[in-house]
């Protein structure tokens, strides 16, 4: 491999690292160059970092929690939930941004989406029958979930049923509580800040083409998505 490669593809790789993302026609010698392209997934993997493009832009998102890129959960908290915000909040952000993406592909069945938009009234929906679900398993049950999964499952539902009392407008003893229209906002507008999903009506949103494509290459990858989203989709096909 020349000099002239890696200096090509490592100019591309520094501007990666600045903002995540190139314009594409910045970016031409990625889709044109062989060699760049692998040099480059090469170079992204080191900091366990993927690279996916859409129409407009390349993109280098984090793969694992290990990725300097990964975004923390004290600057998640820090930028996006009110004050005194725990860790149970972010898993189960985590949790509602899989099953919105989950209700745009049909389950995780199919690899493009099946729908256009979904509200905000589905999304809270759909949300609350995954983890009413959660509850046909009991404690040790859970807690076996927890160790092979790595999500919290018991502090989900927790966090997820002492919203139910919550309505809009009511002022709380607790200055972190908020209700589950409120709580669904909240990532609604982290997903927007970090160009995932799109707001095309009140209450109405839709994925970008960046989450399509992380969706298309990763999310539905069991080496990446750990069997989470099977578990999430697979409830009806448990036994008792």
Known sequence: MSE???S??????AKLQTSGKVLRENAKIFYQDDQVRSLLTEFAGEVDCGLVSDHDYLYMIPLTTKSSYHMS???IKRDYFPSRALNMDIYLMYVAIIV????????YQRTKPTRDFITISDWIRSLDERIQLLKRFDQAELEAKEDLYEYHWSDIIKNWDAMDTVKEGI???TARTVSRLSFVKIV???MMAQGLLKEV??????LTEKSMAITENYYMDYEYNRGVLEFIYDFEGEDD
């Open 201 to 206: 009506g009140e209450g109405e949103y839709t």
């Open 73 to 75: 959960n004290d600057r």
């Open 171 to 173: 002022r709380r003893h």
């Open 100 to 107: 919105v993406i989950g209700e745009f592909y049909d389950s």
């Open 188 to 190: 609604a507008n982290f």
């Open 8 to 13: 090509k593809t490592f100019k591309l790789y």
């Open 4 to 6: 002239q490669i890696v």
